[in-house]
């Protein structure tokens, strides 16, 4: 396992590779209206910023088709050796990973720029110099390329569960505070307009998602496969007690079992924005 690996706060590991392609999945209709919005066309080139094992990656290959062509970017060498098998194996010869850090973007990108557009979900919000790296996505998208984050702000704030419950409250913030403690924001989205208007770009649109689901919703799968893979790591890291995982697994079986519990998810916060010409 590399360095980079260790540090990342989710883990790389087949459990997380299964989370990743489950939360895809519910969250795959919400991508592909941002991206029709976007206006991702046959033939374009299109980064993959933190693409993870790819889930993503290959269905922006649909849509720019062969003509066109999808590059990501991820440090995890595990993601990236299934990026490149999957991509393999679908016959998707115009579908690439690199492995590296993204705050890197110009050396790693050298000889593969300039981009029509690039994607970015859920990474901002783990990443130490986030100014960084939106300005390396800007040097590499051609004039009038655009960008497409989708990530977070409030957090902490707008997860909850229905009815209430202290050890739930507990849980989140023990989350955004991992988050922060390994150089991540859960706020990110409240300083990216200003730091894509720093860098050069028009803000086109600007939107938020909230979602809600009961126990018998699919979107509940969501929030349940993150606790099963990620709370064993905050027990690990110091940032939750057994005890309070302990309870915690009990009070989530009981809702998930009670027909009025409800839980509203954190919101996801979506920009499109444009590189001036």
Known sequence: MTSSERAYVLGTDQEELLRLGTQHRLWAESALRLWERAAIRPGERVLDVGCGPGFASRDLAALVGPAGAVVGVDESARFVAHFTREAASQHLDHVRALEGDVHHLPDLLRGHAPFDAAYIRWVLCFTRDTERVI?????????????????????????????????FDRTIEAVSRSWRDSGGDTDVMGRVPGWLLGAGFRIDHWGALQRCARPTDTMWTWPTIFWKSFLPRLVESGHLSAADKAEFDAHWARASADPAAWIALPTVFEVIATKAE
């Open 135 to 167: 300005r390396g996505i800007a040097s590499a998208l051609r004039p009038g390329g655009r960008i497409i984050i989708q990530d977070y702000f409030n957090y902490q704030g707008s997860t909850c569960l229905a009815p209430r419950a202290p050890v």
